[in-house]
C-alpha cells in the first residue's frame, strides 16, 4: 500500500515534469489560449438582446446590427477593472469587479442603467479631472434629438453616479457612436471628439452637396474643455462635419511623433476615413491622402498600435471581406471600373474592401501591408484590439466581426427583387419586412491573431478559444485578475457577453499605472518607450480603442524570456519625461508624473543616402488604356509596363544621354543630362505608335559608337501580328544621330526582355529577345528568338537553328547572360510569368539547350518580373536577383498550393479563356467571380445561374476532365522575390527579406549606396494596374536593401534611405556625370524621378 | 374506368386531326393560352434580368420555334411566310415529320424547349413543360399513346431553332471587347446610381432576320454635342431638363408606364435590391397577345403574329443597338448633373446604354408597323401588360397612338434627348415599313 502510494506520487511528480516540459515547447509554438467563463460563475448575464419588429428594424434604422459596446476602467480604485456594457435596446449594465472573475450588477444603485434610446458607444474618462473615471455613454436610433442626448456619468465614489452632461455642455444630440477624451491642445484638460454617424442612406446624386453642408446630428464633433466647460469648436478646428461621414471608430495617436495627438476616424460607405494631423495650433487637417496611398472602403473598427517594435504606431482599420471562398464568391459583384474612377475623380480615394494595415516607416511615410501581414480578412469586423496576449514581446490581434443578416449577399440583390413580381403575379400583397426577416444570418467566429513578427500575424482562431460563432461587437482588454494577462470582454449581439480568461502559457510582463496632474489624472497620451534586450516597446494611452469601446487604463508590455526592462522612458502628455531604469519584469509599476522632468530631446537625425532633384520633364506612360475591356479575366494589364530606361554618350561628349521609353500614344525620347538640366536631344526619332519596353545601347556594328536596340511590347489594342510591334534597331551614325534600320528582322511579338550575348561565338554581339505576350491572347505562349549579328549591325533571325521548343519559352519577362558552364560561349538564364527561372546552355555556338534542371531546384515557378545580375556575396561569380509578384495580394502560392492557370478556348468562340484557380481559405477555387466568369463564357450562365451555386464550385465543376485535360496549364509555386546565390555549380534560392515581399518588383539596380565596399540594392515596383479587386499594391517607396557582402540583406527605411517614391517603378539608372552619381526612376503613368547620392 | 374513358374520347377526337386549325376545340381560347404560356418565358427572363437587346433574341427565337411546328405541320396562314424572305432561309430545311395531331400542343412545347436552352436560367421551363403535358393530356389535346410524337416532332423542330439561334453570332460576343468609355466631351459613361456596365456594345454583330443591310436603317444623325446657348443639343437638353421638373401626372403615368427597365437598383445603405420589370419588348410581346386575344385569332394566328413581331423586336434592337455604339452619346442625366444642376434625377433610372436612339422608339415603332400591317388602322385595345408591376391599364385608339407614347415617354421619363426619340421613331417606322412590304410582296 506504501509502495504503491510511493508510485503514484513520484508519477505524478513526472507528469508535472512532462507537462511544464511540453508548455516550454509549447509556448514557442502556439501559446495564446482564452477560455469564456460561463456566465453563473461572473455573475455577467448582460445580453444585447434585440428586438427586430415593424418599429424597429433594419429598414427603418441602417445600424440596426451593429451592436453596443464595452468600457472597462477600476472606478472605485481597489486595483480592480470594473465593467460597463451598453445595450442598443436592453438597459446598460455595470459591474463591480470583485477579483477572481466574480462581478455584481451594480447598474440600479449606480443609476447608470440608461434610457430607453439606441444606445452605443461608452468610454471611461476622467473628464472632470478629480482621480475617478466618470463613464460617458452615447446615443443614436431614429428618436428625437431630446431622447439622443449623451449622458456623461460623473463618479461620485462608491459606484455612485450623476448625470452631469447637461451641465458639462456635453448633452449632445447627435447620433453618436462614441465619445473620445484626449487633451488635444496639450492645456492639461481632456478635450472630447464625438464621433457621430448619419441614420439616413444618402443619395450619391447629393454626394457632392452633402459634402459641403456641415450637419447637425451626423457630423463629428469637437469639443474644448475650456475649465470643466465644453464648447463646440468643431468648425474652428477644421473637423468634417457632413453626413456623409458615417463614423464608426476614432482613435488617438501621435502618429507623426510631434508631441501633438492626431486622430484616425474610419469612416463607413463612400467618405474615406480621416487621417487628422494635429496642427499643434487648435486646428486640424486631414492627411489620409498624404500618408495612405489606399484606404478600406467600408471602414469600420480600427486600432493604432506599433506591431513591428520600432518605435513607431501603425494603423489598422477593419472591413468586410470574408476569409473563405463561399462568402467570397456571394459577396464579389461585377467589378466596375468606370464607377471607381469617377469615385477617384470625385475625390473619395482609393479604397479597396479589406482590412488596411498601413505601416508607419517614419517621415510620414506608410506601406500598406495588411495581406502579407496576413490580417486583411476577417468578414464583417467591428473591433480590433493589439495586444500582448502570451507576453511574447510582441503585440497579437484580435477582432470581433458578425452582421446579422447576409445584407451583401449577391443573390439577394439580383433575385430578391423576383419577390415583388412574384407576389404580383400571385395578386398578393409584397411585405418588404419579410424579405428582410428572410435574409440568411450567417455568424462567423471571431479571429485571433498571434504575432510572430516580421509583420507577420499566425491565424489561431481556434486554438486561441474563439470557435465558437456568434456576431460580437464591442471589446475591450484587461487584466481582469490582476495575474499579468490581458483577459477579454466581448459584448455580443442576441447572447450572453463573454468575458474570456486569459490562459496562455506566458512570458514575462511588466504593468505600469500612470498617475498624471489633476485635470488629466490618468495621463492621457502619455507614450511609453521600453527598451529590454535591444527590443522596443512603444504603448500610447489611449484607452478608446476598436470599436465604441475603451478599454484599460493599466498598460500592458509583454517581455517575452527577458525578466526586466533596461530602460523605460515615460513621455507624458506636457513633455516631461521619466527615464527608469533596470525594472524588473513581473510586476505593476505606479509612476508619478510629478517625478517627471522636462527633457529636450534631439530627434535623432542621420542624413539620409539620396536626396531628391530635378528631372525631366517628360510623362510617356499616361495611359487610360484598360486591358480587362478586352481579356477580362487578367489579374493585371501588360499594356502599362514603362517607361523603360537606358543610357549611353552617344555624341561623346562625356554625358551620359537617357533613353525614356515611350508607350502608345506617346514616343519614346532621349534626353541629355548636363550641368543639371534636361535637354531632348535632337539625334533620335520614334514613333507614338510603339510601346517601348526594353532599351539597350550598345556598340551592334563595332564602330565604337552607341547604337540602340529597343523591343517594342504592350497589349493596348494591338493585333497579334501588329506592325507596332516590331523591335527596331538604331545604328549611332558616327556623329550621334541614331539612324533606323529597315532591314532589321521583322517579326511581330510583344517584347519582354533582351540580352545581348555571343550566340554563335563569332565574338559579334548578338540578341535574345523574349516574348512576353501575345495581345489578346494571354496567357498563349509567345514566340522569343535569337538574332544572330554579322558583325555590321545586320542581324538575321536564326531562332529555329538555336532555340529549343521553337522559340516558345514562355511568357518571358527578363533575360541575362553569362558563362554558367565557364565552356567560353553565353548561356541565358530567363524567367517569366508563370514559369519556373530557365537555364539555356550554349552548345558551342550551335545552339542553346535547356538545362535548367542542373542549375535551380525544383518548385520554383512564380510571377517573375525581373533578373538581374550581380556578385553580391563577393565570391567573383555573377548571383542573381530575381523579382517577384510578393506576397502583400489575396493570392497564396506554395508548391503544396500552387496557382494554377488553365487556358483554352472552352466554349469555342475564338477567344481564349484563361481560367486562374488558387488556394482561397481552405481549399483550391477558380479565383474569377461569378460575374467575370460569365462575362466570358456563356455557357457558364445556365451553369451558375446564381451566386449560391458558384459559391462553393471548383474548377472540375465549371469544366470537364477532358477539357481541363486539353487545356494549358501553368503554375506558380512561389510569389517570392529571391537572391540566387551562385554558388558555382548552381544557383541557391534566399528570400529576400519581408519588406522586399511587399511589392511585386519590375526592377532592381545593385549599386554600392552606402560606400561601405559592399554592393546594396535598390527595389523598385508597385502594381497599381490590377483588377479593382486586387486593388493597388503601393507598399514599396524605392525600397534600398544595404548588403553585407556575404548575400545578407537589411532594408532601410525611407528616412534612412531618402528614398520615398509613391507609384509604380518599372526602371531604375545610375547615372554619373563627373564625380555626381545620381539614381533615376522611371516611374509608369509618372515623370521620372531622379535622386542625387550623398 | 377512367383510362377507358379518356381512350374513347380519344379516340372520338382524333379523326379531327391536324391540318386545320380554324374552328378545332372550340372552347380552348388558344390565343389566350398562347399568351399566358408565352409569359412562363418572360418570367425566366425576369428572373434572370435578360436585358432589352437579349430578351428581344429569346422572344424571336421561342416563338420562332413555334411557328416553325405549324410550318413542318403545314398548317396554313393568313399571310405570307416571312421566313422566305429572311436570312435564316437557308437554314429552314424540311423536317419531313409524320403528322401530329394537335400542332398546337407540339409548338408550345418547342416554345419551351427553345426558352430552356437559350435562357441561363432555362431550367425553370422544365416545370411548365410538365404542367404543359399534363394540360395537353387533361384537355385531351394529345393522348397518352401520341404524347412522345409530339415530344420528339417539338423537339426536332426546337433542334432546328437552335442551331439558327447557335450561329447568329451570341456566343461570339464574349470573345469581343467590352466598353471602354471614349476620350472627349459629349460621350457615354455609366449613369447612376449602380454604374452598371455597357449593355452589349458589340450587339451590332449579331445575326438580323430581315434587314439586310444595317446601313440602310442608320437614324438621321444627331446633334453634336454643344452646350453653347441655342445650339441644337443644348435646346436639348435644356427641354429634357425642364421637363423633368415640371412634369404633369399624366405624363409621370405615361413614363412609368413605359418604363420596362428590367433591373432598377434600389439602395438601401450596404443593401440593395434589384426592382425587375419586363423589357421593352416584352411589352409589345404583352400588346400582341392582348390585340390577338380581342378578336379571337386562331392559333396559327396568333403564333405568326407573335414570331413576326418578336423577329422584327430584335431587327430592331440591332439596328438600335448599331446606332448606340457608334455614337456613343452621353445621357441627360450625366450632362445635367455636371453642367446645369449636380441633384437632378430623371423619373426613370437611366438605363445602363448610350442614348442614341432610343430603343424604346425604335422598337415600339417597328412593332407598331407591324401590328397595325396585321390588325389595321385605329385599332383600340386595352394595354394590361404592365399590371404586375403595380401599373394600371391604359387603352389606345391605335397601335400607333402606343408607340408614339411610348417613344415621347422617354423624354419625360428624362433619358432621352428629343432627336434620339424622333429620329428613333423614323428608324423604327423604316424597319417596320420594310419588313411588312416585304410581307406584302
Known amino acids: 500500500m506504501i509502495i504503491f502510494s510511493r508510485i503514484l506520487i513520484s508519477s505524478l511528480i513526472f507528469v508535472g515534469i512532462l507537462i511544464g516540459f511540453s508548455n516550454a515547447l509549447f509556448a514557442q509554438e502556439n501559446s495564446t489560449k482564452f477560455e469564456k467563463l460561463p456566465s453563473k460563475k461572473t455573475g455577467i448575464s448582460f445580453k444585447n438582446q434585440l428586438k427586430e419588429d415593424g418599429q424597429n428594424n433594419i429598414l427603418r434604422y441602417e445600424y440596426f446590427y451593429n451592436g453596443g459596446g464595452v468600457a472597462v476602467g477600476d472606478l472605485n480604485n481597489d486595483g480592480l477593472d470594473d465593467i460597463f456594457f451598453a445595450g442598443n435596446m436592453t438597459q446598460n449594465k455595470l459591474y463591480k469587479n470583485l477579483g477572481e472573475f466574480k462581478f455584481e450588477d451594480v447598474t440600479r444603485s449606480a443609476g447608470v442603467a440608461g434610457k430607453n434610446t439606441w444606445t452605443t458607444g461608452a468610454s471611461m474618462a476622467d473628464v472632470n479631472g478629480d482621480g475617478l473615471l466618470d463613464i460617458y455613454v452615447c446615443y443614436s436610433g431614429k428618436g428625437s434629438p431630446e431622447s439622443r442626448k449623451n449622458e456623461l456619468w460623473i463618479n461620485q465614489g462608491d459606484f455612485k453616479f450623476l448625470d452631469k452632461a447637461e451641465e458639462l455642455g456635453l448633452a449632445d444630440p447627435s447620433n453618436s457612436t462614441q465619445g473620445l477624451f484626449f487633451d488635444f491642445d496639450n492645456d492639461g484638460d481632456l478635450d472630447l471628439y464625438l464621433l457621430n454617424h448619419h441614420i439616413q442612406v444618402i443619395n450619391e446624386l447629393e454626394f457632392d452637396a452633402v459634402r459641403q453642408v456641415r450637419h447637425p446630428y451626423a457630423g463629428d464633433k469637437l469639443y474644448r474643455n475650456d475649465s470643466g466647460k465644453f464648447t463646440d469648436i468643431s468648425e474652428l478646428a477644421g473637423i468634417k462635419g457632413s453626413a456623409l461621414g458615417f463614423g464608426l471608430a476614432v482613435i488617438a495617436s501621435d502618429i507623426n511623433q510631434d508631441g501633438w495627438v492626431d486622430l484616425l476616424v474610419t469612416n463607413d460607405y463612400i467618405e474615406p476615413d480621416y487621417l487628422y494631423i494635429n496642427n499643434g495650433d487648435g486646428t486640424f487637417s486631414d492627411r489620409i491622402t498624404n500618408h495612405f496611398q489606399h484606404i478600406s472602403h467600408f471602414s469600420m473598427g480600427a486600432d493604432i498600435a506599433d506591431i513591428n517594435n520600432d518605435g513607431l504606431p501603425d494603423v489598422f482599420t477593419l472591413d468586410m471581406l470574408p476569409e473563405d471562398n463561399e462568402r467570397q464568391k456571394l459577396l464579389y459583384g461585377p467589378e466596375n471600373y468606370e464607377q471607381y474612377a469617377l469615385m477617384i475623380k470625385r475625390g473619395f480615394y482609393h479604397q479597396n474592401m479589406r482590412n488596411m494595415l498601413q505601416l508607419n516607416q517614419g517621415s510620414g511615410f506608410f506601406s500598406e501591408i495588411g495581406q502579407m501581414a496576413g490580417i486583411s480578412n476577417t468578414d464583417w469586423s467591428w473591433s480590433a484590439l493589439f495586444f500582448d496576449a502570451n507576453n511574447d514581446g510582441q503585440k497579437d490581434l484580435f477582432v470581433t466581426n458578425g452582421y446579422y443578416r447576409d445584407y451583401t449577399n449577391r443573390d439577394f440583390l439580383k433575385y430578391k427583387g423576383d419577390y415583388y413580381f412574384k407576389q404580383a403575379v400571385a395578386k398578393e400583397k409584397a411585405d418588404t419586412l419579410h424579405l428582410v426577416t428572410s435574409m440568411t444570418s450567417t455568424p462567423v467566429h471571431d479571429y485571433f491573431f498571434e504575432n510572430k513578427g516580421e509583420v507577420k500575424f499566425q491565424n489561431t482562431s481556434l486554438s486561441a478559444g474563439f470557435g465558437e460563432k456568434n456576431f460580437s461587437s464591442g471589446a475591450a482588454y484587461s487584466d481582469l485578475d490582476n495575474d499579468g494577462d490581458l483577459d477579454l470582454v466581448v459584448n455580443h449581439l442576441n447572447e450572453t457577453a463573454g468575458i474570456f480568461e486569459n490562459k496562455s502559457n506566458s512570458g514575462n510582463w511588466l504593468q505600469l499605472e500612470l498617475s498624471g496632474k489633476s485635470g488629466n489624472a490618468y495621463a492621457v497620451g502619455s507614450k511609453i518607450r521600453a527598451y529590454s534586450k535591444g527590443k522596443i516597446f512603444f504603448l500610447e494611452q489611449h484607452p478608446v480603442r476598436g470599436f465604441q469601446s475603451s478599454g484599460t487604463y493599466r498598460l500592458h508590455i509583454g517581455l517575452g524570456t527577458a525578466d526586466q526592462v533596461d530602460s523605460l522612458q515615460i513621455i507624458w502628455p506636457d513633455r516631461s519625461q521619466s527615464l527608469l531604469k533596470s525594472i524588473s519584469g513581473n510586476q505593476l509599476l505606479k509612476i508619478d508624473q510629478t517625478e517627471a522632468k522636462p527633457v529636450s530631446v534631439d530627434p535623432i537625425t542621420s542624413l539620409p543616402l539620396v536626396s531628391k532633384t530635378l528631372g525631366p520633364d517628360f510623362v510617356s506612360t499616361q495611359s487610360n488604356v484598360n486591358d480587362f475591356k478586352r481579356q477580362p479575366l487578367m489579374l493585371t494589364m501588360p499594356s502599362h509596363l514603362g517607361p523603360s530606361l537606358a543610357q549611353a554618350d552617344l555624341d561623346g561628349d562625356g554625358n551620359s544621354e537617357v533613353f525614356i521609353g515611350g508607350s502608345k500614344g506617346t514616343p519614346g525620347r532621349i534626353y541629355s543630362f548636363k550641368n543639371g538640366t534636361w535637354e531632348v536631344y535632337r539625334g533620335f526619332r520614334s514613333s507614338s505608335d510603339f510601346t517601348d519596353a526594353v532599351a539597350i545601347f550598345h556598340d551592334f556594328n563595332g564602330d565604337q559608337k552607341p547604337d540602340l536596340f529597343i523591343g517594342s511590347g504592350g497589349f493596348h489594342d494591338y493585333l497579334s501580328t501588329d506592325e507596332s510591334l516590331r523591335d527596331r534597331l538604331y545604328l549611332n551614325d558616327g556623329n550621334g544621330v541614331l539612324i533606323a534600320q529597315g532591314d532589321f528582322p521583322k517579326y511581330m511579338i510583344s517584347t519582354g526582355a533582351a540580352a545581348v550575348l555571343d550566340a554563335n561565338g563569332d565574338r559579334f554581339p548578338d540578341l535574345f529577345v523574349g516574348g512576353k505576350v501575345i495581345p489578346g491572347r494571354y496567357p498563349e505562349t509567345p514566340d522569343s528568338k535569337i538574332l544572330i549579328n554579322d558583325g555590321k549591325g545586320k542581324f538575321t533571325d536564326q531562332t529555329a537553328l538555336f532555340l529549343p521548343n521553337k522559340g516558345k519559352l514562355g511568357m518571358i519577362t527578363a533575360a541575362v547572360s553569362q558563362d554558367l558552364n565557364e565552356d567560353g560561349t553565353d548561356d541565358l538564364i530567363l524567367v517569366g510569368e508563370f514559369m519556373a527561372p530557365s537555364v539555356l546552355i550554349n552548345q558551342g555556338g550551335k545552339s542553346f539547350e535547356n538545362q535548367s534542371k542542373g542549375y535551380f531546384p525544383l518548385n520554383l515557378s512564380g510571377w517573375w518580373s525581373n533578373l538581374t545580375q550581380a556578385d553580391m556575396d563577393g565570391d567573383g561569380d555573377l548571383d542573381l536577383i530575381a523579382g517577384n509578384f510578393g506576397l502583400n495580394s489575396q493570392l497564396v502560392a506554395s508548391p503544396e498550393k500552387p496557382i494554377r492557370l488553365y487556358s483554352a478556348d472552352f466554349d469555342q468562340n475564338g477567344s481564349i479563356d484563361p481560367i486562374l484557380e488558387c488556394y482561397i481559405g481552405d481549399s483550391h477555387y477558380p479565383y474569377p467571380s461569378r460575374d467575370e466568369l460569365l462575362d466570358q463564357m456563356v455557357s457558364m450562365r445556365s451553369k451558375f445561374t446564381d451566386y449560391a451555386s458558384y459559391s462553393k464550385a471548383k474548377l472540375t465543376d465549371l469544366f470537364t476532365p477532358e477539357e481541363l485535360q486539353n487545356a494549358q496549364r501553368l503554375e506558380i509555386q512561389t510569389l517570392e522575390s529571391m537572391y540566387f546565390e551562385n554558388t558555382g555549380t548552381g544557383f541557391k534560392p534566399h528570400e529576400l527579406p519581408r519588406m522586399a515581399q511587399a511589392f511585386p518588383i519590375y526592377s532592381i539596380l545593385p549599386i554600392d549606396l552606402n560606400l561601405d565596399g559592399n554592393p546594396d540594392l535598390i527595389l523598385g515596383g508597385n502594381q497599381s494596374q490590377t483588377r479593382i479587386r486586387i486593388g493597388k499594391i503601393d507598399a514599396g517607396l524605392g525600397l534600398v536593401l544595404t548588403g553585407d557582402g556575404k548575400g545578407n540583406f537589411k532594408p532601410l527605411t525611407p528616412s534612412e534611405s531618402g528614398l520615398g517614391i509613391k507609384g509604380d517603378i518599372k526602371s531604375m539608372l545610375n547615372l554619373k556625370t563627373g564625380d555626381t552619381s545620381f539614381l533615376i526612376f522611371g516611374i509608369n503613368q509618372q515623370k521620372p524621378e531622379v535622386y542625387q547620392i550623398r | ?441
Not at chain 2, 408550345?108 to 431550367?123: D, H, Q, R, T
Not at chain 2, 403535358?133 to 387533361?138: A, C, F, P
Request: glycine residues 6%.
Open chain 2, 1 to 441: 374506368m377512367k383510362k377507358l374513358i379518356s381512350l374513347l374520347l380519344t379516340s372520338f377526337f382524333l379523326p379531327l386531326g391536324a391540318i386545320h386549325l380554324h374552328g378545332q376545340n372550340r372552347e380552348i381560347d388558344w390565343s389566350k393560352i398562347y399568351s399566358e404560356q408565352l409569359f412562363h418565358i418572360t418570367e425566366v427572363m425576369v428572373t434572370d434580368v435578360a436585358s432589352p437587346p437579349v430578351a428581344a433574341r429569346i422572344y424571336a427565337y421561342t416563338n420562332l420555334a413555334a411557328y416553325r411546328v405549324l410550318q413542318v405541320a403545314n398548317v396554313k396562314f393568313d399571310h405570307g411566310d416571312f421566313l422566305s424572305f429572311s436570312q435564316i432561309n437557308k437554314q429552314v430545311a424540311d423536317l419531313s415529320l409524320e403528322p401530329i395531331q394537335s400542332p398546337e400542343f407540339a409548338a408550345i412545347f418547342a416554345l419551351f424547349l427553345v426558352g430552356e436552352k437559350v435562357m441561363p436560367s432555362g431550367y425553370l421551363l422544365k416545370e411548365k413543360q410538365a404542367a404543359w403535358q399534363e394540360w395537353g393530356l387533361k384537355n385531351k389535346v394529345i393522348t397518352k399513346k401520341n404524347l412522345e410524337q409530339h415530344l420528339a416532332f417539338a423537339k426536332a423542330v426546337a433542334d432546328q431553332v437552335l442551331g439558327m439561334a447557335k450561329s447568329d453570332g451570341y456566343i461570339q460576343l464574349t470573345a469581343l471587347n467590352r466598353y471602354s468609355p471614349k476620350e472627349g466631351e459629349g460621350f457615354w459613361y455609366p449613369t447612376p446610381p449602380a454604374y452598371m456596365a455597357a449593355v452589349e456594345p458589340e450587339w451590332k454583330t449579331m445575326r438580323t432576320f430581315f434587314l439586310e443591310n444595317l446601313e440602310e436603317y442608320k437614324p438621321a444623325p444627331m446633334a453634336d454635342f454643344d452646350l453653347s446657348q441655342g445650339s441644337p443639343f443644348q435646346i436639348q437638353l435644356q427641354e429634357v431638363y425642364d421637363k423633368g421638373k415640371n412634369l404633369s401626372e399624366e405624363e409621370q403615368l405615361i413614363a412609368n408606364f413605359w418604363d420596362c427597365n428590367p433591373f432598377k437598383v434600389e439602395f438601401s445603405g450596404h443593401m440593395a435590391i434589384g426592382v425587375k420589370k419586363i423589357s421593352p419588348g416584352g411589352h409589345w410581346i404583352g400588346i400582341t397577345g392582348i390585340s390577338a386575344q380581342k378578336v379571337g385569332l386562331t392559333f396559327s394566328e396568333t403564333t405568326y403574329i407573335h414570331a413576326l413581331v418578336a423577329m422584327t423586336l430584335h431587327d430592331s434592337f440591332v439596328s438600335c443597338w448599331k446606332a448606340k455604339y457608334e455614337t456613343n452619346r452621353i445621357r441627360p442625366e450625366t450632362v445635367i448633373n455636371e453642367k446645369l444642376d449636380p441633384t437632378w434625377k430623371p423619373l426613370l433610372q437611366t438605363p445602363p446604354f448610350p442614348e442614341y436612339t432610343s430603343g424604346h422608339s425604335v422598337i415600339s415603332s417597328a412593332s407598331a408597323e407591324i401590328l397595325t400591317g396585321y390588325f389595321g388602322e385605329n385599332f383600340g385595345f386595352v394595354d394590361s401588360s404592365e399590371v404586375y408591376f403595380g401599373l394600371p391599364e391604359r387603352a389606345f385608339d391605335s397601335f400607333s397612338q402606343a408607340s408614339d407614347e411610348a417613344a415621347i415617354s422617354r423624354l419625360y421619363g428624362g433619358i432621352h434627348f428629343r432627336d434620339a426619340i424622333e429620329n428613333g421613331v423614323a428608324q423604327g417606322k423604316k424597319i417596320g415599313k420594310s419588313i411588312w412590304q416585304k410581307l406584302e410582296e
